[in-house]
């Protein structure tokens, strides 16, 4: 039994680890990194961009990559680089050294006083383990568009057709797939299609008096369940801190000051640079408050996406580490609204066995206008940022690094991603209190390994969705499953739910249709018995048609799964909206109006199940936690 519980756990150890890779990659890029970006890859590695061809091995990946940076390393004075990488479908193949990883990347770039641009489009890649450590052995990004900001999809075709270097750089292959960017519709052969997002472990059965001491067992197989223990508590040291900033950021987003500041150890700060540092819970939350009223606001919206962690826990499992991308939505009803980027490098702490924010740092990359946009004007600090006094400087950017510096070592060589011994690291295993028996260990294992599953399954249904592939979209749905979005009502069973996505259109991508649909930021609950679980996400659309009109639509899911035959569907699909505002509008003029509603000629089986308001009217989506380090009710009575 130590055996397999040893492989499950470095399957969800390598799922990790993959996730940290390309999140890495996605960093370096930012940062125009290129020497580190190229050590990301295997010796054989491929890297295909675009449409610029194929090039094979390590040096011809790192020429590549110094070419798409114009041969220069680092951002020039005003350059915005930003490839946000959001949405993994991870699955690691049965021997453990190789997998595959499906990525979508949302891109801002340009540069100020010349050009700005929106880019999106979907990663497919393949990873292979070398010498212990994870690389990429094969990255192949889909250019979906690259326009320019103003006017956006609507307006403009793809600028570059897809092609960046390939002129000055000649590839050693053509392009593996020829297709056409936008206005064109293109949909790719994700490695997932036709499959279900893998079968869950068995449930362990309910544990019994007696079964939380360990069986007899020779010493080496104690010393192996020991480090197994200290193996999983780190696993699930990691996911409650990457469901602590999840939750930190859904709370700032609705003004829930005093929520998030209970986030906080009581000697912690909050520093942004470019303006300070603020010491202490309190005067962390005096900092919060002064960016505004408490609660959903009138005519405000503040929505900071937390998004691309990379989190790591020290052995002890006392402290962690995390570096997070922030993306944020601001306005303020006829006075402002604008985009913000930012990097988060944060430490957190565990005390009492509740995991805490010891330090959050945000490093602005740029915050502009939404009339404007980055190509014209860019500001260090956001217009929300308030003028209460720090209690002192915060750090700085690193002289000549106009990004975050990089707190962990690069994937490649780092001790984090170390080779692991058949014992999981056993000279690591110092946590305290190592008591639980293998058949609990099994359970917390589960649990790990579907909170996995569940993530990759709303990812899937977002590619679906983003691509219209209806009916692989509604097999992810249990047999009584129900979907309901933006106030339309509640569609009741799958045959319900099919007919409910023909009111988004007919199946198959037509060209000219962007329908880019991503969930991201998820806070996954499974409940104890391994059968059902809750998850509440974000959601984020770049819709439109071309010649037409441009749509952006921001929301909340708050979903319920449920796992039959050992597979993880979906119970519940539920997404309240945030706003729907026409591209050239923006925010901080949109009217108020009601969400789409019931439609007259497919009308759902059921009512809408919870009314809410669009902005600029406030509205605080029910949520199915409380809060992690208090214990305290997040909805209101």
């Known amino acids: 039994m130590v055996a397999s519980l040893e492989q499950r756990t ?27 970006v190229a050590d990301l ?61 499906t990525w979508r990347a949302v891109v801002l770039t340009g540069q100020l006083g010349r050009d700005a641009f929106w880019g999106e489009g979907p990663y497919e890649n393949d990873y292979v383990k070398e010498n212990g450590v994870w690389k990429i052995g094969a990255l192949h990004w889909y250019q979906t568009l690259m326009v320019p900001y103003g006017g956006g999809w609507a307006k403009h075709k793809d600028a570059n057709a897809g092609k960046y270097v390939s002129n000055l750089l000649p590839p050693d292959a053509p392009s593996t797939v020829a297709y056409k960017t936008w206005p064109k519709g293109f949909v790719p052969a994700f490695h997932f299609m036709g499959q279900p997002p893998g079968p869950s472990s068995p449930a362990s059965p309910a544990l019994t008096h007696g079964d939380d001491a ?17 193996a999983v508590v780190l696993l699930e040291d990691q996911h409650q801190i990457e469901n602590l900033q999840r939750i930190y950021g859904y709370y700032i987003d609705k003004d829930m000051w005093s929520q998030a500041a209970d986030l906080f150890a009581d000697d912690a700060e909050l520093a942004v640079a470019g303006r300070g540092a603020y010491v202490g819970k309190a005067h962390v939350l005096a900092y919060l408050r002064a960016i505004g009223p408490d609660g959903p606001q009138e005519g405000r919206l503040f929505d900071n996406m937390q998004l691309q962690p990379i989190v790591h826990v020290d052995a002890q499992g006392k402290t962690g ?8 939505q601001f306005a303020e009803s006829n006075k402002f609204h ?27 990359s740029m915050y502009t206008p939404y009339e404007e946009g980055w190509g014209k004007v860019t500001r260090s600090l956001s217009s929300f940022e308030p003028s209460l006094a720090p209690d002192r400087a915060a750090s700085e950017t690193r ?58 399954l709303h990812a899937m249904y977002g590619y679906y ?5 209806w009916d692989a979209l509604t097999d992810l749905f249990a047999p009584d499953g129900t979907i309901e979005i933006a106030l339309r009502g509640v569609y009741v069973g799958k045959a319900s739910v099919r007919r409910n996505l023909n009111l988004y259109g007919q199946q198959g991508l037509d060209d000219g249709v962007l329908h880019n649909h991503m969930q991201y930021q998820p806070v996954i609950d499974v409940a104890a018995d391994r059968q059902t679980a809750r998850m509440r996400s974000r959601a984020f659309s770049m819709m439109g048609e071309f010649g037409k009109a441009g749509l952006w639509m921001g929301g909340v899911y708050e979903n319920e799964f449920v796992k039959i035959d050992g597979v993880w569907k979906i119970k519940k699909d539920h997404v309240m909206n945030t706003y729907f505002a026409p591209y050239d509008l923006g925010w901080k003029q949109l009217p108020s109006r009601p969400a789409p509603g019931i439609s007259v000629a497919n009308p759902p089986d059921l009512p809408p199940s919870l009314h809410f308001d669009l902005f600029p009217r406030p509205f605080l989506p029910p949520y199915h936690y409380d809060n992690p380090a208090t214990g305290a009710s997040t909805n209101a009575p």
Do not use: C
């Open 10 to 36: 470095r399957v969800l150890q390598d799922i990790n680890d993959i996730k940290r890779l390309q999140r890495a990659y996605g960093y370096y890029v930012d940062a125009a990194m290129w020497g580190q």
């Open 41 to 101: 890859f295997a010796d054989n590695a491929t890297v295909e961009f675009g449409l610029d061809g194929v090039y094979r091995g390590k040096s011809r990946v790192r020429q590549y990559f110094q070419a798409l940076g114009g041969g220069k390393i680092g951002l020039a004075p005003g350059q915005v680089s930003e490839h946000f990488q959001v949405m993994p479908v991870i699955d690691v193949a049965p021997d453990g050294r190789t997998a595959k990883g």
């Open 214 to 230: 360990q069986p007899m067992m020779s010493e080496a197989l104690r010393e192996r369940a020991t480090a197994l223990e200290h």
């Open 321 to 328: 580490t995390g570096r997070w991308h922030l993306f944020a």
């Open 338 to 364: 604008e985009w913000g980027t930012g990097v988060y490098e944060n430490d957190y702490v565990k005390q009492a066995g509740v995991w805490k924010i010891q330090r959050l740092r945000l490093y602005p």
């Open 399 to 456: 002289p000549g690094l106009p990004t975050a510096p990089f707190d962990d070592q690069n994937p490649d060589t780092g001790a984090s991603m170390r080779a692991r011994n058949p014992a999981l690291a056993s000279e690591n295993a110092s946590l305290e209190h190592r008591t639980a028996s293998l058949r609990e260990l099994e359970h917390r294992i589960g649990l790990l390994e579907d909170a996995a599953q569940i993530e990759n």
């Open 465 to 469: 969705l983003a691509t219209f592939e």
